[in-house]
């Protein structure tokens, strides 16, 4: 009888579309998730990786607006510039979606009425802006005027982005629409709500459950919403962009992107496999483990778990929530419109391979606390790190091979290195079973250096004049361990490990069963050149002054 595999099913935050995706929204979530899921795969699980786009909601209709195309075409446009990006960053996605498809659509609206039928939905009138004008209600982001507090003249309707106080649109001094320019006026209006407080306590039990294997950053930001106290939570918008709501007499009105998209996961699964989305969403037998900044966290902590648990039918709520903290560039603020940052479609043209970017990335990763990309950084670690650490190891070993084994492995009678090895990859597994993908990318490089020290204090090159068969040993010891280091920095640069495996003639995908098999002797290794190009001080430096603002 065939074991069953373990099933992981990893799912990504689902970026914005309306806007390129930069640095820190990539390692935030997309490469993190692409990290947790190639590494499940060496141990042998079976893996689904959902990643997509969230596309309704305003900030994609003011984008068309600037634009000057319709929001169908804006979202059409910038999905296929995401989809460029996130293949160019290697990332192994299973499944990739769109929170606009018809599947979404279905799934959410088939949510919503299990709420609405379990009394978990309820209907408040409100007091919104309106245009005369437009004849429309305005959703917060088509509202604009003084901030309240800090005097900002071009606050939303829900932040300030000054001083970064929440607002309500009726605070606003001197607001405008967005839409027309006009001076709306207050009008009553209704809209549904999800009632948080009616779910509080189950939501409370769910997360004592689940929060040990939660991030730091997870764990904090929701015991701050739950120590505060939920309230009721709009669902619905006055939109023209959105999943139409399901229910006579509420015509006109649409999900706010924040119920639909998290649904959206689902929604993606079922778009990919069809009605075998069942398989991944509506059992107990799976890992779900949900990759997102910190901002994001409340809404997979509670509203996405509140949507699924008040639905009560049998969807599998999150196990783990993987959070990141922000990385800022040189200090400051990404911002595309200031040209200040590298945005994704900017690290394709830099002429550096994905490779680098993802060492980098992962080698300053967020996990705790705010980071900082720093061009004079990531030349160091690269060059330091990347270059003079596995590079060095893996084009001496096959240099020394060729040169005096004509590239045939030589014999090995014992192992020097084993010990030392699996220790060193026992704590790689505990840091990656926990998503610590940094300190495990860390863990790997010493695994690398672990090799280079072998080498270093052995000098098989004086060696082999007195005593071949010693030198051959050492070299040998070598090529086994690339090897490991090709399954250890698989998750973190696929192509350069892939490359490394090329070397050995090692199937990769077989993972890490067979990790300490050695190569057989006489096998002949094959030269790959070299796994990367030194970063020149000059070049760093053209483009630290071509993303530092106009």
């Known amino acids: 009888m065939v074991e069953k595999k373990q099933r992981v099913l990893v799912t990504s935050a689902l970026p914005y579309v309306n806007n390129i995706p930069h640095l820190g929204n990539l390692i935030g979530s997309v490469l993190s998730a692409d990290c947790y899921a190639r ?58 979606g769109r929170t606009t498809s018809d599947e979404n659509k279905k799934i959410a609206q088939e949510i919503f009425l299990k709420l609405y039928d379990n009394g978990v939905i309820v209907e408040k009138e409100v007091e919104q802006l309106f245009s005369e004008k437009s004849n429309s209600f305005l959703s917060d982001r088509f509202v604009e005027g003084e901030c309240p507090h800090c005097g900002y003249e071009k606050a939303r309707g829900d932040q300030c982005d000054k001083c970064g106080k929440l607002l309500d649109q009726k605070d606003l001094i001197n607001p405008k629409s967005k839409i027309d320019g006009s001076i709306p006026i207050m009008k009553k209006t209704k809209h549904l709500y999800v009632n948080l407080k009616k779910m509080e306590p189950l939501l409370k039990k769910f997360f ?17 919403w739950l120590k505060k106290g939920l309230e009721e939570r709009s669902i619905t918008r006055d939109l023209e962009w959105g999943i139409p709501v399901p229910l006579k007499g509420w015509e006109g009105k649409v999900f706010y992107s924040w119920f639909d998209a998290p649904i959206g996961y689902i929604g993606i699964t079922a778009e990919c496999l069809g009605e075998k989305w069942v398989d991944w969403w509506k059992v107990k037998d799976v890992l779900l483990y949900q990759f997102m900044g910190k901002d994001n966290v409340p809404f997979h902590s509670i509203m996405f778990p509140a949507y699924l648990i008040g639905a009560k039918d049998n969807y599998h709520i999150i196990d783990v929530l993987d959070s990141t903290a922000y990385i800022n560039y040189e200090g400051g603020k990404f911002s595309k419109s200031n040209s200040v940052g590298v945005f994704g479609n900017d690290a394709i043209d830099s002429g550096i391979k994905s490779d680098l970017w993802r060492y980098y990335l992962f080698r300053v990763r967020p996990e705790d606390n705010d980071a900082d990309f720093s061009w004079n950084d990531f030349e160091a670690k690269i060059n330091n ?166």
């Open 39 to 96: 590494y499940q795969r060496l141990k042998g699980k079976e893996v689904l990786f959902v990643l997509g786009t969230d596309e309704y909601g305003t900030t994609a209709q003011i984008k068309a607006k600037e634009e000057g195309i319709t929001v169908r075409e804006l979202v059409d446009k910038y999905f296929l510039i995401h989809k460029k990006v996130y293949d160019w960053f290697q990332t192994s996605y299973d499944c990739l």
């Open 208 to 224: 004592e459950e689940r929060k040990k294997n939660w991030s730091q950053q997870a764990v904090s930001i929701t015991k701050q």
């Open 385 to 550: 790190e990347l270059i003079g650490n596995l590079g060095n190891f893996v084009n001496r070993i096959v240099s020394l091979n060729e040169k005096f084994f004509d590239g045939k492995k030589p014999l090995k009678t014992k192992s020097f290195l084993k010990k030392d090895v699996q220790k060193l990859l026992k704590e790689y597994f505990v840091l990656m079973d926990k998503s610590r993908e940094r300190d495990a990318l860390m863990k790997a490089n010493e695994i690398s250096s672990l090799g280079n020290k072998f080498v270093q204090d052995n000098e098989p090159w004086k060696i082999v004049k007195e005593n071949k068969e010693k030198a051959g040993e050492i070299i040998a010891e070598g090529i086994d361990l690339l090897k490991i280091l090709a399954l250890v920095y698989y998750p973190f640069i696929p192509t350069a490990s892939e490359k490394i495996a090329e070397i050995i003639k090692f199937d990769i995908s077989t993972g890490f069963e067979k990790a300490f098999e050695e190569v057989k002797s006489g096998n002949k290794i094959k030269f790959v050149g070299i796994l990367f190009n030194k970063l020149e001080k000059d070049f760093v430096e053209e483009l630290k002054k071509k993303f530092s603002g106009k």
